[in-house]
């Protein structure tokens, strides 16, 4: 039988294999508290997991809503890989790439052009490609 401390650790590498499988990214610091500190990952989690719900599931924001906070708080943290990441899944919960564009551009008004350019203009591509490849695949085969 596994001890309290190996539980928490199957848990928190559930955690990174939800990353992977959701955002098709893992964030560093998911990789080192599941090393070290399994139970803050854990912790972390059911905070994020607990507003992480769409609306039929008792969120008061939509889903694409919440990613797309994701995608700008990321952009004014400057982290790249995490703005890609979330720009992604908002495509993926049904925001359009103009969605995403007006967010990164209110965005810009208050944090500067070089945020836009820097780390917005990198998850709107990734946004934009996703998007493309998301409506390709939905048409049907015709010969």
Known sequence: MPTLSENRKLKSVEIVKYFRQKLGWVPAYADILTRYKPEALE???AMRSS???G???GGALPLKFKEILFVVLDCVSNNIDGAIAHAKAAVDEGATTKEIAEALIIMA???GMPRFEVVGSKAFKAAEEHERKKVSRKKPYRS
Request: aromatic share 16%.
């Open 43 to 45: 912790s972390y989690f």
């Open 51 to 53: 507003v992480m719900k």
């Open 55 to 57: 609306t039929k599931e």
């Open 109 to 111: 008004m208050l944090t």
